[in-house]
Structure formats: C-alpha cells, structure tokens
C-alpha cells in the first residue's frame, strides 16, 4: 500500500446524499479504507426527493440492489416521464417522456418527419407517438424489452419511492459493508495552518473525527464546503426565481399513476409523486410573487387525498458552489448546489457526482489537476441542465400572473438561446456530448410549450418517396397495441414488488 492511498473517509450528513455516496464508496473502495458516516438526528434530513430518472437504475445495479426488493423496500412505484399540466398555457398538458418518440423506419429520425407532418396538419398530438405515454396515460406498466425490433423497446423508466426509507434502504446496505455511522452534530473543523486542508471535525460532545478525505453531504448549508472552506456560490434566482417549497403527503386515491405530474399554478408549480402507500405533493413557488400561508393553502386544496403529514416548509437558492472539490473535501448533493425539481435531477446529480468522485478518486496529494477536471465537468452538468429547466419556464405563453410574465420575458443564458433559435429555424437539436437531457427530452419541452419550428428539417422535403404517414399510423396502432396488453401498473407492482404493509 502507498504511503499516500487514503485510508480515512469522513462524509457529513446522512441524507440521500450521504447514503448514498457510503454506499458507493463502501462498494468501491471499503475494503481499503474506513468510512465513517456522521449526521446529526436533531438537524434531520431535507425529506424530499422521491422522484427519480432511467439512470438511477444503473446506480442499483452497480450496488447489485435487486430491484423488486427495493422497490418493496421503499414504498416505491415506476415512473414512465412527467407530465407536464398548464405550463404552455391553461388548459394545454404535455408529457415528457422516458425514451424515444415512434421508432426509426428511416435514415431520418422520426421526430423530423412528425415535424413535417405536423406542420403539413396531417398529425396532431407528438404524445400519441410515445411508447412511454400511450402506457401511462392508460396506467399500464411493464420492463421494456429488450428486443430492439420491438416497439415495446422503444420506452425507459425510472422510480418513485420514499426519501426516508431510501435513505434508510442504502444505510443498511453501506452498513453492511463497514461504515460505521456517528450520531452527532458537528459543530467545527480544524484546519492544517500549512495546507488548509481539513484534519478533522469536531463533534458537539466534544468527540474528534480525523480523516484524509471528506465529503460534504450536509444539505443547503455546505458545513465543510463552504462555512469551512468558503468556496462561494454562483446564484441563479434570476433564471429560475422559485425560492420555497412546501410539502405534505396525502392519502393515495385510486389507480397508481405511473408518472409524476407537474401542475403550474399562479407563481411556481406543484408536483405529484404516487407511492404505494400515499402521494407526495409539493408546491415549489417563488416567494418574490407569493407568502408561504397562500402558498400552504393553495397546496392543500391541490391534493387529491386526505393530507397525512403536516406540511413542511423548505428555502432554498438556487445554484451551484464556485468548487464542488476543494482541497480534501467534495461536495455532495444539496451543499454542492440546487435546482429545483422539476426535472427529478438532484438524485441523479448525486449519483454521478458519485461515479466521476470514484474514476477520479485521488490520493492524499489531492491532486490540483484531478479537482480541476471534477470542477469542470460538474459545472457543466449543472449548467447544461439549468438550461433545460429555464426552457420550461421562459417558453410559457402564461400571463395571467405577474410570475408568468416575469418568466416569460427573461433574458436566459446565450446558451439556451442558442438551442431555440436552432429548433426554431428548421427543426434542430443542438445538443454536447454527455448531455444529460439529450433529442427526445428537449423535443417534448419544446413542443410542449409550444416551440414549434418555422419549417421541417430540409432532409425531410427531399424525401417524398418515403410513406411516412402508413408508418406513422403503423406506430401509433402498434402502440396502443401494445399498451392494451400491458399489465395495469397496479397489477403490476402487486405481482412484482408489493410492499408487506400492503399485502
Ligand atoms: P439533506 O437531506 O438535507 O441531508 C443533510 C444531512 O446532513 C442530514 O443527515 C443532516 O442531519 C446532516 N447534517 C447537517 N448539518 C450537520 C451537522 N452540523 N452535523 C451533523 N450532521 C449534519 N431530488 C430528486 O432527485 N427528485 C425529487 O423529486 C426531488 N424533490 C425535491 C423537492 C424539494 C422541495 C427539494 C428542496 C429537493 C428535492 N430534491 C429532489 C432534492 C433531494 O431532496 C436532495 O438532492 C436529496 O435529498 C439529497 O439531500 P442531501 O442528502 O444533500 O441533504
């Protein structure tokens, strides 16, 4: 063993971040260094966080988690997309869906000849051509196969579950695998005068924790990150402006959906996540535009199940640290930055925020080179999906509120501008490689809000030749096909992955 192999990880905070970054760590490189856990019972967790997207099952799967058993495990359900209700304008609902739109019959991607068909008023809805929605409108669930040549090929999906039991799920699991947890409130950290690397953190019973390595998963705060290392942070309220949420569960009513739902309402929106044994609703809002009372009522008359938790009142700002790695410590999860949920991404940041920390994980030397690459690469993680968050709200054609018309007539990042004015003028997706949101994602949010190009791609009027309209029919029946033999998602997860308080 070298000399400058890290032999003590230190990670503060015991939220879905934490867990889930023991976890990983634990699987990775438990068997070469000690990991402890420290978080704090009396400061708590966020408690949110219960929608997620395809990815994440990569992140199982790396951990070998068996899905049914996970899913039993945290109250979960499956989730085909979002929809998305009264974000174009009142009364216009839209779905963004996990996977592609009709299926490939050309060297031209299908959305292109949509996109001609449409505009030519020969096809209506985009929503009719996705696997993913023609099942969840009809709450119909099942694996996708695997099969290419099979339409059933053609969806992805993700899960909803309970951010407790989550939480509580990945620590039985890390462990398992040797971490060992501390209760207590970290009250300061000493700092090494030469290096200004961290040393240890100091407990408020006055107990000492040293280590080489540390991660911040201590929420908004950022105790290490930034109270202790104060790398700053870049706030981006003037693009995304909602600073508050509340949250409360109610008691689920009827089917099961499987899918979030994301309603605007006067300034901000409101989700609604399906677990087996209740819905997890929220009201993300900006508090420039409206006071938390209203906000509570306009929550609480929103839900369609008697409420089972008082409501629980979160602020946030939204943005990112200037460094997510500084020194000897990185920063996970909520202390490394914020945006808000639309879009389900803050798991999923963790989780690669995780996979780039373990392929680049250093030595004691902490190399600058390694931490600037990190820094890089997260940065434009964030940014590339601020960018499509911003896409929903400036693409509104809401003004019926003094929030809507702000959002309406935002400058946005030169960026973003750049990918509309392409799909404005014929149709093209502009998008970076290791883009998270990449073709099919952006097209639903453009369509959906209305973005609707000046003309189709050229490619498409060069292809006449081609009988786009008996393939697109041939999808589209071969889509409600497909759905009506699907098992209902009840059935599904009833068959599946049940949890034993429901059974
Ligand atoms: P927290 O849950 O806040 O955990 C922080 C931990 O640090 C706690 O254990 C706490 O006790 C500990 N701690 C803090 N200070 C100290 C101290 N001094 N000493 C000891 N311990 C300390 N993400 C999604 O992917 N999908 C969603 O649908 C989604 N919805 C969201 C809705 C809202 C309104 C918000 C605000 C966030 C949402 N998120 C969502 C984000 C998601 O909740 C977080 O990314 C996730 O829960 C991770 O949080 P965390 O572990 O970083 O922080």
């Known amino acids: ?95 963004h869906p996990f996977g592609r739109y009709g299926a490939e019959f050309d060297s031209v991607p299908f959305y292109h000849y949509w996109m001609r068909e449409h505009l030519a008023g020969n096809v209506d809805s985009l929503d009719d051509y996705s696997m993913a929605w023609v099942a969840a409108k009809n709450h119909r669930f099942d694996h996708p196969m695997r099969d290419k040549r099979q339409i059933q090929s053609t969806y992805d999906y993700a899960y909803h579950f309970d951010a407790t039991l989550y939480a509580q799920y990945l620590r039985e699991y890390a462990e398992a695998r040797g971490v060992t947890r501390f209760e207590g409130k970290v009250v300061a950290a000493n700092l090494c005068a030469e290096d200004g690397f961290i040393e240890a953190i100091k407990l408020e019973n006055g107990d000492v924790i040293d280590a080489d390595f540390f991660i911040d998963c201590s929420g908004f705060g950022g105790l290490l990150i930034e109270k202790t290392l104060k790398t700053g942070y870049i706030d981006w309220s003037h693009w995304l402006p909602c600073d508050r949420a509340v949250a409360a569960t109610c008691e689920r009513v009827g089917d099961t959906l499987p899918y979030t739902k994301s309603t605007a309402k006067d300034a901000g929106w409101q989700w609604r996540i399906p677990l087996q044994h209740r819905t997890g609703n929220g009201y993300v809002y900006c508090s420039q535009y409206k006071d938390q009372d209203t906000a509570t009522e306009t929550l609480l008359n929103g839900l369609d199940g008697a409420p089972t938790s008082e409501p629980k009142h979160l602020r946030f700002t939204t943005g990112m640290r200037k460094e997510f790695w500084h020194k000897n410590c990185v920063a996970i999860g909520l202390s490394a930055g914020f945006m808000e949920p639309l879009e389900s991404t803050s798991l999923h940041m963790i989780q690669y925020a995780i996979m780039r920390l373990i392929a680049m994980f250093p030595d004691k030397d902490m190399s600058p080179l390694l931490q600037e690459e990190y820094n890089k690469l997260t940065r434009e993680e964030y940014e590339r999906i601020r960018d499509f968050l911003i896409l929903h709200y400036t693409a509104t054609q809401r003004d019926d509120t003094e929030f809507w018309r702000y959002c309406k007539n935002m400058s946005i990042p030169d960026t973003l501008q750049y990918k509309i004015d392409h799909f404005q003028n014929g149709g093209r997706i502009v998008s970076h490689a290791g883009e998270l949101f990449t073709n099919p994602s952006w097209i639903a949010v453009y369509i959906g809000q209305n973005i609707i190009p000046s003309r189709a791609p050229a490619i498409t009027q060069m292809r006449s030749h081609v009988p786009v309209s008996d393939r697109l029919k041939n999808i589209h029946d071969a889509m409600a096909d497909a759905a009506a033999h699907m098992p209902n998602h009840d059935d599904f997860i009833a068959n599946y992955c049940q949890s034993a308080a429901l059974q």
Request: glycine share 12%; net charge negative.
């Open 1 to 95: 063993m070298s000399d400058r192999q890290i032999k003590k990880i230190v990670i503060v905070g015991g939220g879905s971040a934490g867990w889930m970054t023991a976890a990983a760590l634990a699987n990775a490189v438990g068997q070469s260094c000690s990991i402890t856990l420290v978080e704090s019972e009396s400061i708590g967790t966020v408690g949110v966080g219960e929608a997620t997207i395809p990815p994440i099952k990569y992140f199982n799967q790396t951990l070998g988690i068996d899905e049914a058993t996970f899913v039993k495990e945290t109250q979960g359900s499956f989730k085909l997309g979002i929809e998305f209700i009264d974000w174009a304008e009142k009364g216009k609902a839209y779905f």
